[in-house]
């Protein structure tokens, strides 16, 4: 199907459109980084008009936000990010395995009650997070877990109810067969999920893994919660660092720095994985 | 190679009613070592359910099934050292070829390995294993001509090539009983024949025993050692596949083995003749005086002149010409029927023409009324 110009014209205009408002933000931020304190301050005030490209760029910048990050100079930045990356990668592993573990389960194996179980399961995605917030943090103060990174962490290693949903649409759609000749060849069902399942559900855990891995990445309430020292801190929460106790912004240009770093592993994961994506919903599944 | 024996195997399914739904019934079956058995009939007849409680993917409701003279009832499918061959190949898609054909011999391995490696020093032993399964893949791909397969996955194969592999997969393990569940299915019409030889070619080679399944009369009959003729759940005839053919058990096995299907006519003979719906031929008087079914095989029907001595009126409905043979279908005071003729006698055979049937009495077949009513012996 060929399009004449002038309908191209209009859908580059419309995906221009688009694409500047979602970049716009984020291209701001990236300039703000580079400005120096006083224009930076000057910008987010409104005191000045906002420019598209920092008259003189002070990559300086990025490495004193590192070094103003927590209060350890340099190693609050390295502290927070290693905390970041080791909740982030338990709570991406927890949720992938117990997710497809119990969509597996969902989806194969008949037992007594397994309907409502499943019921009670999507139910559960309609609780707003707020809501078991405080039961929650009360439970966890009695496990003696506040300020350490558990109550982050093992909640993931139980499934989640949106990834267990999707895991089992997509096993049941995997022929049964394939199941009874893994059956026939000596595997009993973990070896069968972990073998066969595991391997064949390649597009949901792609997209598990990536939303996931944005979702802890990002979180700040969770961390602000159960995180209370300096040194348990997330990225996310030592960013909130810049702000000055009455919750003004002190260092904006600094602030700018430290949130491009930080969202740069989210883009290049997410530019990675689109490969998956794509690939997995083209193959058409397990067709074959 | 072992024998396999089904004694009043039965299977009750609970119904979506709650209702108990009886799938097999009373199923008695003894497999010779080394036979080639065809379990056979339309489908939801309990043929594929017979094989899977073979194989342990369901579980056996009543009687008890040997493997070797071994009860295996409650044994799971891994330990009953059988190889199932699925209708849809079920090859597993994210491995190559070579895996899929290892996979079975791997798992084995890894039962034994925690064992092996805690009482040796695994390394060696495990490497000997993997020269074992390589050389034995090695060995069965040549043997289906897999060779230049090997590296593929199964998605970028064609549905012959997928069948051998699934094949090859099951030789692999060298097994004690092959399951196959209607493996020809999904080929065309041309592989579908050629694999069939193939197939009968590897049993003589492997001397394996064979339980087979499949809705194909003609298929189950160029295969079948011993031909098992499955209806409603239940066994109708097991015999060799000219017995079922030459001697069908009852009226269900005369009208599902050949094609075309044998001709059955409701009626009741008396004194030597038989009478349906007004029309009546001579047959042997020895059938007595009752209500019957009389069947006679397409090929014994002779087309001839309208009025001749010993025969009844017909119209032809249909010529289909086959090359060599004719099949001309005849409506007549008996319904619907079919004659097999030669090729040259049916050369001026029309669609509307008037003709005679009669047909070879020596050959007839007589029945019990009813839908599976039993062989009536003759004498």
Redesign the interface.
């Given at each position: 199907m060929k399009r004449s110009p002038l309908a191209s014209a209009i859908l580059w205009l419309v995906l221009i459109m688009g694409t500047a408002a979602f970049v716009f933000p984020l291209w701001w931020m990236a300039v703000v980084s580079l400005e120096t304190p006083d224009r930076a301050e000057a910008a987010i005030t409104g005191s000045a008009g906002i420019a598209l490209f920092p008259p003189s760029p002070q990559l300086g910048n990025y490495a004193d936000a590192v070094r103003e990050t927590g209060s350890v100079p340099w190693w609050g930045f390295v502290d927070a990010l290693a905390n970041s990356v080791v909740v982030t990668v338990l709570v991406v592993l927890g949720t992938a395995v117990s997710s497809s573990a119990v969509g597996y389960a969902l989806a194969r194996l008949r037992f007594r009650g397994s309907r409502p179980v499943f019921l009670l399961m999507l139910g559960t995605m309609m609780l707003p997070g707020q809501v078991t917030m405080i039961p929650l943090f009360l439970l966890f103060r009695q496990f003696g877990w506040i300020d350490s990174i558990l109550p982050l962490v093992v909640p993931a290693f139980f499934g989640n109810a949106f990834f267990i949903f999707m895991y089992r649409q997509f096993i049941a759609q995997i022929?049964e067969?394939?199941v009874?000749?893994?059956?026939?060849?000596?595997?009993g069902h973990v070896?069968i999920w972990w073998r066969?399942v595991l391997?064949?559900c390649r597009p949901v855990t792609a997209i598990c893994a990536v939303f996931t891995f944005i979702g802890t990445w990002n979180d700040f309430l969770g961390p602000l919660i159960y995180l209370h020292s300096d040194e348990s801190a997330t990225l996310a929460v030592a960013l909130n660092g810049f702000k000055n106790q009455y919750g003004g912004l002190e260092d904006v240009h600094l602030l700018m720095a430290l949130s491009v770093l930080t969202m740069i592993p989210c883009i290049v994961l997410f530019i990675a994985a689109q490969k998956t994506f794509v690939e997995g919903l083209a193959?058409g599944a397990?067709k074959? | 190679m072992a024998t396999v024996t089904l004694t009043k195997v039965g299977k009750l399914y609970e119904g979506a009613s709650g209702a108990t739904v009886r799938a097999v019934e009373a199923v008695d079956l003894a497999i010779a070592d080394g036979e080639f058995c065809v379990l056979v009939g339309p489908s939801g007849c309990g043929k594929s359910t017979t094989l899977r409680m073979i194989?342990?993917?369901e579980e056996i409701s009543e009687g008890t099934l040997e493997i070797d003279g071994r009860r295996v009832n409650d044994l799971?499918?891994?330990d009953r050292d059988?190889?199932?061959v699925?209708?849809?190949y079920?090859l597993?898609?994210?491995l190559t070829v070579a895996e899929n054909i290892a996979?079975?011999l791997e798992?084995?391995r890894a039962?034994r390995s925690a064992v092996v490696a805690a009482l040796s020093g695994a390394g060696a032993a495990r490497r000997e294993e993997s020269t074992r399964i390589q050389a034995r893949v090695a060995e069965v791909s040549r043997t289906l001509g897999l060779d230049p397969l090997l590296a593929r996955h199964?998605?970028e194969l064609s549905g012959g090539q997928r069948q051998r592999v699934a094949v090859g997969r099951a030789i692999a393990r060298d097994p004690k009983v092959f399951l196959f569940d209607e493996p020809l299915s999904n080929l065309d019409a041309r592989l579908r024949i050629e694999t069939r030889t193939e197939l009968r070619m590897l049993h003589r080679r492997l001397k394996a025993t064979i339980v087979y399944v499949t809705h194909d009369q003609e298929e189950a009959m160029t295969l079948a050692d011993r031909l098992v003729v499955m209806h409603r759940g239940r066994v109708q005839q097991n015999a060799s596949a000219q017995e079922c053919y030459e001697r069908p058990a009852n009226r269900f096995v005369a009208g599902f083995i050949g094609t075309p299907p044998m001709n059955l006519v409701d009626g009741s003979a008396a004194n030597g003749v038989f009478t349906a719906n007004g029309a009546a031929l001579a047959v042997p008087a020895s059938i007595g005086t009752r209500p019957c079914a009389l069947g006679f095989r397409p090929d014994r029907v002779r087309i001839v002149a309208r009025g001749a001595a010993g025969s009844i009126a017909a119209t032809i409905a249909a010529v289909e010409r086959l090359g060599d043979r004719t099949d001309i279908a005849l409506d007549s005071p008996w319904g619907r029927l079919v004659a097999r003729v030669d090729a040259d006698a049916a050369r001026d055979a029309h669609e509307g023409d008037a003709v005679g049937f009669a047909f070879d009495a020596a050959h007839s077949h007589f029945f019990e009324p009813g839908e599976c009513g039993a062989r009536i012996v003759q004498g």
């Open positions: 022929p067969s394939l009874e000749a893994a059956r026939v060849d000596g595997l070896a066969i391997p064949l193959r397990v074959g | 194989a342990g993917l799971p499918a891994k059988i190889a199932f699925f209708q849809n079920a597993y898609p994210h996979f079975g798992t084995r039962h199964p998605r």
